[in-house]
């Protein structure tokens, strides 16, 4: 079944401490994207990627970093948390044939305290 | 920059009614233009898209939406609502020359028996 996974679905964690977010697609797609969801404003892009090593900024990314050592994986890294990034965070991925097809995971519910 | 506006941030509507959810894009040259739907506890999924053509495009689950150039609106329908379509909708718009979405704040609707 095609589809993009995220780990974990839910996450409470405290100010400061290190985690990461997982992402992985089965559809060897090539653009890759993280979005996070807050009520009222939509999802707002956070990085993406258009390919292996290939990673740029989107409209909110202070705080986050990301990677993308494999075509499938694109990891959100939050190296200091704090409760502004309390959210509901989207992968996304899309083949370069169909780019705006994008297909979301499930979403990451962090809260940070 | 483009960018997306929902005027209407929640809807409720009888079942059988019809539905219309409004979308409002600002866009200097020719947009790509999406619907996804959210359903509670789930991640987005295409409802139907515009490139280019036709002006009335047909999506899955029985939605429609019409593109109007002059009014730069690209508004959802339905004909006739089912329980089922209880769910948070998002348009969103692509820019012609990268793979960027922009979000709407998101309309949320609710059905009723």
């Known amino acids: 079944e095609a589809q993009v996974t995220q780990n974990p679905r839910y996450l409470i964690t405290v100010t400061g401490k290190k985690l990461t977010v997982t992402c992985s697609q089965n559809m060897n797609h090539e653009y890759m994207s993280w979005y996070r969801q807050d009520p009222g404003l939509g999802l707002r892009q956070i990085y993406y990627s258009m390919n292996v090593e290939v990673t740029d900024k989107g409209d909110v990314p202070e705080g986050y970093k990301v990677s993308r050592k494999e075509k499938r994986n694109f990891p959100l890294i939050l190296e200091s948390p704090s409760p502004n990034q309390t959210s509901l965070y989207f992968c996304?991925?899309?083949?370069?044939?169909?780019?705006?097809?994008?297909?979301f995971g499930p979403g990451t519910r962090l809260t940070v305290t | 920059a483009q960018s997306v506006t929902q005027p209407d941030i929640h809807i409720t509507v009888s079942e059988g009614a019809s539905l219309e959810l409004r979308c409002n894009y600002s866009?200097?040259?020719?947009?790509?233009l999406f619907w996804y739907v959210q359903s509670p506890g789930q991640g987005l999924q295409l409802l139907l898209k515009?490139?280019?053509?036709?002006?009335l495009v047909q999506g899955i689950k029985g939605f429609e939406a019409e593109f109007k150039r002059s009014q730069s609106s690209f508004n959802l329908r339905k004909p006739s609502v089912h329980w089922s379509d209880a769910a948070e909708y998002f348009c969103?718009?692509?820019?012609?020359?990268?793979?960027?979405?922009?979000f709407g704040a998101g309309t949320t609707v609710t059905v009723r028996a």
């Open positions: 969103a718009v692509g820019a012609s020359n990268d793979y960027k979405l922009s």
């Open positions: 515009y490139f280019s053509g036709d002006t």
């Open positions: 996304a991925s899309s083949s370069d044939r169909t780019p705006y097809e994008q297909y």
């Open positions: 866009y200097g040259a020719t947009p790509y």
